[in-house]
């Protein structure tokens, strides 16, 4: 039966009547149970998305040939920049996955030779990565447009850092 309250003092504004246990919500994320990321393991599960992704591209490049309307061809040109942009980033994450794995592996190797490990700075890291993207431009041939890009980046910014002369 339900309990009797005083007369004598006034009701509190939120009485509790029965007690409601509180749902644990988890996120996992973070949670432990959820177990630990490892991204190598996470590709190979879900390599088969890549396929599926290839074809909605490809469909979507269809659908834009097809499409008269504007606003949903823009729409779709949208979409399509984004899924190529996600690619790209992936492929640029998968190859500095590789590149760590591969000095990680150096390292190993000169461990097993009895020579004591060296690990390489960010900056170090950020060189290697720079000279790799310069030759990777020298052979594809876009050398010179990337070096008068940042030529030009550069002058903007160093025209902001002067004083304005009025």
Do not use: W
């Not at 644990?24 to 991204?39: A, C, I, N, Q, T």
């Not at 599926?52 to 949903?72: P, T």
């Not at 942009?85 to 990680?104: C, D, G, N, P, V």
């Amino acid at each position: 039966r339900p309990l009797e309250m005083s007369a004598k003092k006034p009701v509190p504004f939120l009485r509790q009547v029965v007690s409601v246990t509180k749902k644990v919500l988890r996120d996992p994320r973070f949670d432990h149970l959820s177990g630990e990321y490892k991204p190598e393991i996470f590709m190979k599960t879900y390599s088969f998305l890549d396929s599926i992704k290839k074809q909605e591209k490809e469909m979507i490049q269809k659908q834009l040939k097809k499409c008269q309307n504007m606003e949903q061809k823009e729409k779709l040109q949208q979409l399509l920049n984004r899924m190529t942009q996600q690619e790209q980033a992936q492929k640029k994450q998968q190859k500095l996955r590789e590149r760590e794995l591969s000095l990680k592996r150096q390292q190993r190797e000169l461990a097993k030779q009895g020579k004591k490990p060296f690990f390489l700075k960010k900056s170090e890291k950020r060189k290697l990565e720079l000279a790799e993207k310069y030759a990777e431009l020298k052979r594809s041939g876009k050398l010179e447009s990337f070096l008068n890009k940042k030529r030009k980046r550069n002058a903007i910014k160093d025209k902001r850092r002067l004083p304005s002369q009025k």
